[in-house]
């Protein structure tokens, strides 16, 4: 008899379209951001793109470690254990606080020295200086809203993640607006107007999600806010969990800072066309990330169940859902290319120079699906180390790929584009090789201290 799961079709929608919505907060970001300086200039366009991508390598630091109390948070919750979940989210908020004030330091006294190293053109550099004025200010602000966004993601109570999207698009688009046009008696600041309002929208959304956690969110149930003596075993069991995680999200989304650092050799008309293919290909992939974190959450509840027998179906449902999700998106972007790229630009060249790199981001998105759902599924069952073990040894490759079509082989762009379709099918065999032959089933219901 066909043995009926626990995770149905509509409880993994329930915790993955309000991820949707959140993913999509940081893609409006930077899509507004790209429509508008795409208006502006090529050099602007090419330095939020570049200043941006230096911005999200910091974030990703701290988004990492949420993502250790989200794993931690979800096994709470199929523990039944819930009066933990307060302190293993306060003493996240404690290193949050602290490590978002490190990184405003090092951005505020270290950018202009790094960027003086790594951008070539002088338009670009400057450009990208001014943005990052702005900018760094937000740091602080993300990092404690991915802290909010993993206690909600690992309770499976999502919707105030689009609460704060919706809030963040709102807020961004007319500061966005206002500030980079100089319009509603706003100064005008160019691509500083950009760096500027995106730290308003992250302010927003802290705001938001400290009001409805107090007024909507039954925190007394989980000993939230009670702020008890410190806990220092508690914070190593977070930082065993979270430490790795943080490193490889670091080693990605810092490899993928290179990789735009190397097409930035190739000229601002190069980096200008992959501001616009970086912006499309989120869009395409937001749905993908919400997935995989749902993969992520879920895996981690099941196992904290003694239910890890269910994980592997339940991952071939939600990679099912994620594919229906996405190809619909898909479809549309291959029918209208021309009306995609011609938002971004008024180039119409440029516009048509950035066909050839979205047909081979398509592609791309196609094989992350799949590649990005069973790699969250490593990190959900703990195994946070050798998730960073696995994708630094995938990443090793993607780097060494991207160096030769841009230094060596002198690709055109759009080739140098297919280094993602690199990355993600060697995650992906690396992932199910993992799922197939790792001994992740715990003989006994597992435990992180907490």
């Given amino acids: 008899m066909k043995q009926v799961l626990s995770i ?12 949707i919505f ?17 208006h502006v200039g090529n050099a602007e366009l090419g330095a939020a793109m570049m200043a941006g991508l230096y911005y999200l390598v910091f974030t990703t630091i701290t988004q990492g470690f949420a993502i250790g109390i989200q794993i931690m948070v979800a096994r709470r919750l199929g523990e039944g254990n819930l009066k933990s979940i307060g302190s293993i989210f306060e003493h996240g908020l404690y290193f949050t606080l602290g490590l978002g004030l490190l990184l405003l330091a090092t951005l505020h006294f270290c950018t202009s020295t790094i960027f003086d190293h790594i951008i070539q053109s002088p338009a670009i550099h ?24 993993s206690l909600y993601i690992g309770l499976s109570n999502t919707k105030i993640i689009t609460i704060t999207t919706l809030t963040m698009a709102v807020v961004n688009i007319f500061f966005d607006y206002s500030l980079i046009f100089g319009k509603f008696g706003l100064p005008q600041l160019g691509v500083a107007g950009a760096g500027l309002s995106s730290v308003l929208a992250e302010v927003s959304a802290t705001i938001v999600f400290f009001i409805y956690t107090f007024t909507k969110l039954p925190y007394q149930q989980y000993n939230l806010f009670r702020f008890a003596r410190f806990d220092s075993p508690l914070l190593r069991s977070v930082m065993k969990i979270s430490l790795p995680t943080m490193f490889q999200r670091l080693v990605s989304f810092g490899s993928w800072f290179l990789f735009f650092a190397m097409i930035e050799h190739l000229g601002e008309e190069s980096m200008a066309i992959s501001g616009i293919v970086r912006s499309v290909y989120m869009l395409c992939t937001i749905s993908v990330f919400a997935y995989s974190a749902t993969a992520n959450t ?18 071939l449902k939600i990679l099912k859902m994620s594919a229906l999700t996405l190809l619909p998106v898909l479809l549309i972007f291959v029918c209208f290319p021309r009306q995609i790229a011609a938002i971004y630009t008024a180039d119409v060249i440029l516009a048509a120079q950035s066909i050839p790199a979205l047909y ?5 998105a196609i094989i992350m699906t799949a590649a990005m759902i069973y790699f969250e ?8 180390m050798l998730a960073l073990i696995l994708e630094t040894c995938v990443l090793i490759f993607y780097i060494v790929y991207i160096y030769l079509a841009t230094h060596q082989l002198q690709f055109p762009v759009h080739w140098v ?16 090789l993992f799922l197939k ?3 992740w089933k715990p003989e006994k219901k597992a435990k992180i201290r907490g």
Wanted: glycine share 6%.
């Fill in 417 to 432: 584009w297919s280094a993602e379709w690199v990355y993600s099918s060697l995650l992906l065999m690396a992932s199910v």
């Fill in 126 to 149: 400057a450009s990208a200086l001014k943005f990052m004025d702005f900018r760094q200010w937000g740091i602080v602000f993300v990092s404690v809203n991915f802290l909010f966004r």
């Fill in 22 to 38: 959140g993913n999509l907060a940081q893609t409006i970001i930077v899509f507004v951001n790209t429509v508008f300086l795409g």
């Fill in 437 to 439: 032959y790792y001994p």
């Fill in 8 to 19: 149905s079709n509509k409880e993994i929608w329930q915790i993955t379209y309000p991820i």
């Fill in 360 to 364: 081979v981001i398509y592609v791309g």
């Fill in 298 to 315: 879920l895996t981690s509840r099941l196992i904290g169940a003694d239910k890890a027998n269910e994980v592997p179906r339940t991952l």
């Fill in 377 to 384: 599924f490593v990190s959900g069952t703990g195994r946070t």
